[in-house]
């Protein structure tokens, strides 16, 4: 883990936790009533990358941008997006945060900054630098941060926004979570070089342990400060990895096949390596929290998850007639 | 007769023709593992030379088609949802649909597209579309919607061993379909409709994903005692004009079904044919069911709104059937 953070108190720290524990659980959730059935669709869950998208999310403000992606619960919960609504979305309901038309590959919260979930791949880049474009402009300070994984770093769009935010300036924070796959392909047998040296091109660059909460907060923090003062784009690349499938239930799809063995899944899992359970063993570690805080920190999560399972099950069904009302403003389909 | 899925009779087709012709090369997103299921077991038998994952890169994959042809190949590539067509949109647009014509024809385009289209399953606004209009409109791009597996099994082929870019658009919601597929080299031409069922009073001309919900309506007409002919055109370019004209001349009545939005969609066209050339056969309005000119929404009720079916279809033919009886 990173150093201590001299100006973090308890409660920051336990912030932390929280945030990632509440996708940690919420995730898991998901997957259980995922194979029950209980909402439509498919989910691409964000379990083991959590420390990536709370770090970076804790450093950046309210009126700050976020693009994020398929993978997009832990983006959302991550920037302060509400978990009940969020799972209204997922289970097609009218108290959803997107009114049921969304789901799962669409969550957004324009009043908090988040610019979306994103069913295209790479469909991010370009927004992010619009909205910092847009900072720019107006010269208020703000960012605009992009998530995106390593397998949509080779769309074309990833060249063509780093070179406008290069080229103006832009306040724009290309947040790479690089977990190694895509779907089902190994990201290396398609990848030539290395990312970061794409970015290299245009813009300072960092790699940082993207497991490792602190660390991560610490280098997207320095990318913040140089944005906001005018110090234009930056790129931080979160080493990471995805536990679930691509998408839940991914057997289905892959017909026996495999694409990384279960050894490898599970060496991410252990104490050492998951985000998660080396924060928890920081925090006790260094004196800043015991087993009762974390047990707090836990039940309190599990009580807003069940929370919002029940806030989704008991929604209304969505109305299907704002497929017509919501096309345009003040204009019919 | 085999009985084969429809996502079988893909493979199938594949498997055939790479086997045929060592010129036929697959790339693609994810199609060694075969994320859809349709080019399952291609790796293991034909290698990496053969078929091969791409990167996510619409854009340069559809470019790489057209490219790959210089150097002989016939390159099938695949999309997956027809929605990142559009991302790919440009070498579609700019350069395979206009290629020939401007190169004085120096070239053939051997390219097969194959993408998931249509929505039903949840799968929210940017992966439920068919692309077809879009294609349509191009010119230079044949485009086939099989209905059915020998159709598809049919229709691939005769795309894999055509020298004009061509598009086989699958019925994302017909994957797991059964039917019958014929023994031997099946093929079935472009531009070739399917009278799916005969019927004297009415013309239901759909294609794809939307000919089960017809012959669903048309079966539930039936007890009504209205007979509706269903016209499958498997292809929507080239198209089959002379069956819708001579269906249309025998029922005078034509309901268009195609799962693509109303403004400017496939229906839209077919309806266009018929009031040019078969205006004489026509008694009563030509009826389109189609999607709404909205996005697909998520939500399971929602997007049934939108999306047409059995019953929409049957309300859409009474519409017409019964103003002319009254
Ligand atoms: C334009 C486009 N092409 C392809 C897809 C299908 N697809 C969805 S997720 C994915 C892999 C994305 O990999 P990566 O960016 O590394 O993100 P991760 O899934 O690892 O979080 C692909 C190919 C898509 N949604 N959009």
């Not at chain 1, 693009?67 to 302060?80: D, E, I, Q, V």
């Not at chain 2, 990142?84 to 390219?111: C, E, H, S, W």
């Not at chain 2, 669903?216 to 055109?233: R, T």
């Amino acid at each position: 883990m990173a150093e201590a953070n001299v100006s973090h108190n308890q409660a920051d720290y336990l912030a932390l936790l929280r945030r990632m524990l509440l996708i940690r659980r919420s995730e898991e959730r998901l997957s259980a009533l995922c194979r029950e059935g209980k909402f439509p669709g498919a989910v691409h869950l964000y379990i083991g990358q959590e420390a990536s998208g709370v770090g970076a999310c804790s450093v950046i403000e309210d009126r700050d941008w976020i693009t994020s992606t398929h993978r997009g619960h832990g983006h959302f919960l991550a920037k302060g997006g509400e978990l009940k609504r969020m799972y209204a979305e997922i289970w097609g309901k009218r108290e959803g945060i997107c009114k049921g038309m969304g789901g799962s590959m669409h969550v957004a919260d324009f009043s908090k900054g988040i610019l979306g979930a994103n069913g295209i791949v790479g469909g991010g880049f370009a927004i992010a630098t619009g909205a910092a474009f847009g900072a720019k402009l107006r010269g208020d300070g703000r960012v605009a941060m992009c998530f995106f994984g390593d397998g949509a770093a080779n769309q074309g769009t990833f060249m063509e926004s780093m070179n406008v935010s290069s080229a103006w300036q832009l306040p724009t924070i290309f947040l790479c979570e690089n977990n190694g796959v895509s779907e089902f392909t190994i990201s290396s047998t398609v990848t030539g070089g290395k990312l970061v040296d794409r970015a290299k091109a245009f813009m300072p660059t960092v790699i940082v342990d993207g497991n490792d909460v602190l660390a991560v907060q610490a280098a997207v923090r320095e990318a913040v400060e140089r944005a906001r003062t005018g110090g234009g784009p930056s790129y931080v690349e979160t080493t990471t990895y995805r536990i679930q499938g691509h998408l839940e239930a991914e057997d289905a799809f892959l017909g026996g096949g495999t694409y990384r063995s279960a050894e490898e899944i599970s060496a991410w899992q252990q104490a050492n390596r998951d985000p998660i359970l080396r924060f928890q063993a920081f925090l006790t570690g260094e004196g800043i929290a015991d087993a009762a805080d974390l047990a707090a920190v836990e039940q309190s999560v599990l009580e807003e998850v069940e929370e919002a399972v029940a806030f989704a099950e008991a929604g209304e069904d969505a109305d299907p007639e704002l497929a017509f009302s919501l096309m345009f403003e003040n204009q019919e389909a | 007769m085999p009985r084969r899925r429809y996502i079988q009779a893909i493979n199938d087709a594949l498997f055939e023709e790479m086997e045929r012709n060592e010129n036929v090369i697959v790339i693609g997103e994810d199609v060694e593992l075969a994320i859809f299921g349709d080019t399952r077991g291609l790796y293991d038998r034909f290698g990496p030379n053969r078929i091969r994952n791409t990167p996510i890169c619409e854009a340069t994959m559809t470019g790489m088609a057209l490219g790959a042809t210089a150097a002989g190949f016939h390159v099938v590539l695949h999309m997956m949802f027809a929605n990142f067509v559009y991302t790919g949109f440009d070498a579609i647009a700019n350069q395979i649909a206009k290629m020939r014509l401007m190169t004085g024809g120096q070239i053939a385009l051997p390219i097969t597209i194959i993408a998931g289209y249509g929505g039903g399953g949840s799968n929210a606004a940017q992966h439920s579309d068919s692309a077809h209009p879009a294609l349509m409109n191009l010119g230079g791009i044949n485009v086939a919607m099989p209905s059915n597996s020998a159709d598809a099994k049919g229709l691939l082929k005769t795309a894999i061993r055509s020298n004009n870019p061509s598009f086989l658009l699958e019925a994302s919601a017909r994957g797991g379909q059964m039917g019958d597929v014929p023994d031997g080299d099946h093929l079935v031409p472009f531009g070739k409709a399917a009278i799916a069922r005969e019927g004297s009073d009415v013309t239901i001309v759909t294609v794809g994903s939307m000919v089960k919900p017809s012959l669903d309506a048309a079966k539930a007409l039936s007890e009504e005692g209205i007979e509706a002919e269903v016209i499958d055109l498997r292809t929507v370019v080239p198209i089959d004009e002379a069956a819708i004209l001579a269906s249309l001349a025998k029922t005078g009545r034509l309901v268009v079904v195609d799962e693509s939005r109303d403004r400017c969609g496939a229906g839209g066209y077919i309806a266009a044919i018929a009031a040019d050339k078969g205006f004489a056969s026509l008694k009563a309005p030509v009826k389109r069911v189609n999607i709404p000119n909205v996005a697909i929404p998520f939500a399971p009720i929602a997007e049934a709104a939108v999306l047409p079916d059995a019953n929409k279809i049957a309300v859409a033919v009474r519409g017409i059937v019964s103003k002319v009886a009254a």
